[in-house]
């Protein structure tokens, strides 16, 4: 189901961008040349976003014989996941937190926090690590760098809107609808990235729950490491490398959780009580 509504949100951002183009420069100009800057924008990110997010968190490798417990957890997850042993990387920060990268399994990045390490029991972190490896598996980087395409598009082609005046297929201007387009087409953009994201946070939830057969122990995990990173966030988190990790890094509750790039810990923990009934 949630691999459906992510196609269903891509074919969104693409029909929202299509529209956009087409109202701008009914030829289709315009929405070749925005797409054109966004592939050139994400090909960086995407060739070389593991090897930026971890300079950007301080993290340094880790070999089998400095953490050889998570070396053994990841590598049973891999195994089952039929996908090569990720590399791993640790993260001296206290408060716990994990994340995955990189653009396919061959080139897969999973790093953890000292904190986690000292919080979770091997139970918990296995379904932690379960859930990371579920993003490697789904191909996560690949649809977020899509979608960043997709979004980026927009942004510059709402922008445009401000100076360039819509016009018809009979050459008549419409200012209103370039306002319009200024206004609530980054806004539209940004629900729907937002809505991908917690889509794949669910899959990959399913999928930590379905690997490691105990879906209340990654319940567990979220609703322990979700608090103290309420208390604590993360030293060096930032909103852009936030989505990354398996609980939101930074402080945010209210009406700032409408456009967070994760669903309510509540909720997750919830949907993981719900299959764990069913598994019985």
């Given at each position: 189901?949630n691999q459906f509504?992510?196609?269903?949100?891509?074919?969104?951002?693409?029909g929202?961008l299509?529209?956009?183009?087409?109202?701008?420069?009914?030829?289709?100009?315009?929405l070749?040349?925005a797409?054109?800057?966004?592939v050139v924008?994400?090909?960086?990110?995407?060739?070389?976003?593991?090897k930026?997010?971890?300079a950007?968190?301080?993290?340094?490798?880790l070999?089998?014989?400095?953490?050889?417990?998570?070396y053994?957890?990841?590598?049973?997850?891999a195994?089952?996941?039929?996908?090569?042993?990720?590399?791993?990387?640790i993260?001296?920060?206290?408060?716990?937190?994990?994340?995955?990268?990189?653009r396919?399994?061959n080139h897969?990045?999973?790093?953890v926090?000292?904190?986690?390490?000292?919080?979770?029991s091997?139970?918990?972190l296995?379904?932690?690590?379960?859930?990371?490896?579920?993003?490697v598996?789904?191909?996560?980087?690949?649809?977020?760098?899509?979608?960043?395409?997709?979004?980026q598009?927009?942004m510059?082609?709402?922008?445009?809107?401000?100076?360039?005046t819509?016009?018809?297929?009979?050459?008549?201007?419409?200012?209103?609808?370039?306002?319009?387009?200024?206004i609530?087409?980054?806004?539209?953009?940004?629900?729907?990235?937002?809505?991908l994201?917690r889509?794949?946070?669910?899959?990959?939830?399913?999928y930590?729950?379905?690997?490691?057969?105990?879906?209340l122990?990654?319940?567990?995990?979220?609703?322990?490491?979700?608090g103290?990173?309420q208390?604590?966030?993360?030293?060096?988190?930032?909103?852009a490398?936030?989505?990354?990790?398996?609980v939101n890094p930074?402080?945010?509750g209210?009406?700032?959780g409408l456009?967070?790039?994760?669903?309510?810990?509540q909720a997750?923990?919830?949907?993981?009580?719900?299959?764990?009934?069913?598994?019985?």
């Amino acid at each position: 189901m949630n691999q459906f509504k992510t196609l269903i949100l891509i074919a969104m951002l693409t029909g929202l961008l299509v529209w956009i183009g087409d109202m701008l420069y009914p030829g289709g100009q315009g929405l070749l040349m925005a797409l054109a800057i966004a592939v050139v924008m994400n090909f960086v990110s995407y060739f070389y976003s593991d090897k930026i997010v971890l300079a950007s968190y301080g993290a340094r490798p880790l070999e089998q014989q400095d953490a050889p417990d998570l070396y053994l957890l990841v590598s049973r997850i891999a195994q089952q996941a039929n996908i090569p042993m990720p590399r791993l990387a640790i993260i001296q920060d206290d408060t716990p937190n994990a994340f995955a990268t990189g653009r396919n399994p061959n080139h897969a990045v999973v790093a953890v926090t000292t904190g986690i390490l000292q919080l979770l029991s091997d139970a918990e972190l296995e379904g932690v690590l379960a859930h990371e490896l579920g993003h490697v598996v789904h191909r996560d980087i690949l649809l977020s760098s899509i979608a960043s395409v997709l979004v980026q598009a927009i942004m510059f082609m709402s922008r445009m809107a401000m100076w360039v005046t819509p016009r018809d297929e009979e050459g008549r201007t419409n200012p209103l609808v370039g306002l319009l387009i200024a206004i609530f087409a980054p806004v539209s953009a940004m629900v729907l990235q937002l809505a991908l994201s917690r889509s794949r946070e669910y899959l990959a939830d399913e999928y930590s729950a379905q690997v490691t057969g105990r879906p209340l122990e990654l319940a567990n995990a979220l609703e322990r490491i979700s608090g103290l990173n309420q208390v604590q966030p993360m030293r060096d988190a930032q909103p852009a490398t936030a989505h990354m990790m398996i609980v939101n890094p930074l402080r945010g509750g209210g009406l700032m959780g409408l456009f967070s790039t994760h669903p309510p810990i509540q909720a997750r923990i919830e949907r993981l009580r719900a299959m764990a009934s069913r598994m019985r």
